[in-house]
């Protein structure tokens, strides 16, 4: 359990420190030193993983929350509401269905409709990924099959017409909008990840995040 105490001081149980910190800075700061983070803006969700307890210590508040999980399909993430101070969390969906496991080795043309713009999207990270890695490595330590995984990419992907490209980015602002849209409270104000977190009870900014377990 990762025991997480702001704004003074973050205890761990394990080195590792919390997501969105730049541990070779902070220790360059004198910030992470051995099991402890010293973060002197405060809790925030952005900073947060997995399931847990936030409580407060300043009062009894304490609530049970999702600061971020995520599966194949969707993602769920803790939000406050900095009108009221209401916790809370949205879940957003992938724009597009994984293909099911026994569709693994088809090839893209072999795939059924619904499963092809996520099998798109897989062979354009792997393009960006392998002309990256060749950009950036000296030709002599390319690995043997990057060359051939890239052309491999770039044949399958010569068969998707442009409607269906835009197709799939219509789709993907269609989900963004709907996502974004979600983000308000019932009383009217703006869900918030990024900004620092107080006690929805007593308005303090000393809370304490117990991490449970990830997803």
Not at 9 to 24: E, F, N
Request: proline share 6%; net charge positive.
């Amino acid at each position: 359990m990762w025991l997480l105490n702001y704004p003074k001081v973050q205890k761990w149980t394990c080195t590792k420190p919390p997501r969105g910190a730049d541990s070779q800075k902070d220790v360059k700061k004198g910030i992470f030193v051995g099991t402890c983070y010293t973060v002197a803006e405060g809790l925030r969700f952005e900073y947060l993983g997995g399931y847990g307890t936030i409580s407060c210590g300043d009062c009894d508040f304490s609530q049970d929350i999702t600061s971020f999980t995520h599966g194949p399909s969707s993602s769920t993430a803790g939000y406050q509401c900095h009108t009221c101070g209401k916790f809370t969390t949205r879940t957003r969906k992938k724009p597009f269905r994984r293909p099911d496991p026994a569709d693994r080795d088809k090839s893209l043309s072999e795939l059924a409709p619904d499963a092809r713009p996520s099998r798109i999207e897989d062979l354009q990270s792997s393009i960006r990924l392998g002309e990256r890695e060749m950009q950036e490595t000296p030709k002599r330590d390319w690995h043997p099959t990057w060359v051939s995984k890239v052309a491999e990419c770039r044949r399958e992907l010569s068969t998707v017409t442009e409607d269906e490209l835009q197709n799939m980015e219509k789709k993907r602002e269609e989900v963004a909008q709907a996502y974004e849209a979600s983000l308000f409270c019932a009383c009217g104000g703006g869900l918030e990840r990024d900004k620092t977190l107080f006690c929805p009870s007593c308005r303090s900014n000393n809370l304490r995040y117990g991490h449970e377990h990830s997803t």
